[in-house]
């Protein structure tokens, strides 16, 4: 176990639907990070929180928003769910973040929200 | 932006047989390069890492060698057993990225005993 949750493991809905991930970090970790693993796609970066405040954007569509709480708790918001949003979608949290080169945080993944779009 | 490539996107070995996972990297100054193993329908864990001023790190079976010249790394798995059979996944952070992580493809690697 990671210390990372992501809630709900699974998620089905329709197009058009709104669906709300959460994931909570392993204690102390302040940076949370959110993937998106669909078959086609591989593992791609989405957004980045660090203690609240949005720190790196990846290819994350419009219809797509996150946010963390200052329980340091994240949420990914995808709405207008298309059956391309099928997906696995990983949060991962670290201790810090940084923008110095040569500065490492290993980032520990949740075990996931497979989310199926029907 | 940075870019990972990673070869090959399949590999089958015999039970205590070598294999070898390479990855390049775009970006020369990137500085952080880590694997992660995922098995079927589980997270990814990481399983070594390497900065860019080591050449080589080790861990038991595992070894990881890094060409900051040639912008490629590569896992090194020794004695290979089943339960090695996964997809590894190498990644790199590029310069001033508060840390996001830019994977390559994955390597689905099948030890067969």
């Known amino acids: 176990d990671s210390g990372v949750t992501q809630t709900p493991k699974h998620l089905i809905t329709a197009t058009g639907q709104r669906v709300t991930l959460r994931c909570s970090p392993r204690?102390?970790?302040?940076?949370v990070y959110w993937y998106q693993q669909s078959l086609d796609q591989g593992l791609q970066f989405l957004i980045q929180?660090?203690?609240?405040?949005?720190?790196a954007k990846g290819n994350i569509l419009e219809r797509f928003s996150a946010q963390q709480f200052p329980d340091l708790h994240s949420e990914l918001n995808l709405s207008s769910l298309e059956l391309g949003d099928s997906a696995l979608y990983f949060c991962?949290?670290?201790?810090?973040?940084?923008?110095?080169?040569?500065?490492?945080?290993?980032?520990?993944f949740g075990a996931g929200t497979r989310l199926s779009v029907l | 932006g940075e870019n990972v490539e990673q070869h090959p996107s399949t590999l089958s070995v015999q039970e205590g047989d070598s294999a070898v996972i390479k990855c390049t990297y775009s970006d020369s100054a990137s500085n952080y390069f880590p694997w992660y193993k995922q098995e079927l329908g589980k997270r990814p864990q990481l399983i070594i890492d390497?900065?860019?001023?080591?050449g080589e790190k080790k861990d038991q079976r595992i070894a990881v060698t890094l060409n900051k010249t040639a912008k490629h790394f590569s896992l090194h798995i020794t004695e290979t057993q089943p339960e090695d059979s996964a997809v590894y996944f190498c990644?790199?952070?590029?310069?001033?990225?508060?840390?996001?992580?830019?994977f390559g493809a994955g390597t689905r690697l099948a030890v067969h005993p």
């Open positions: 991962a949290s670290s201790v810090g973040t940084s923008g110095r080169q040569g500065t490492k945080n290993i980032q520990y």
């Open positions: 390497i900065r860019s001023n080591v």
């Open positions: 990644a790199a952070i590029p310069p001033g990225g508060y840390n996001k992580l830019i």
């Open positions: 204690s102390g970790d302040l940076s």
């Open positions: 929180y660090y203690n609240g405040e949005e720190r």
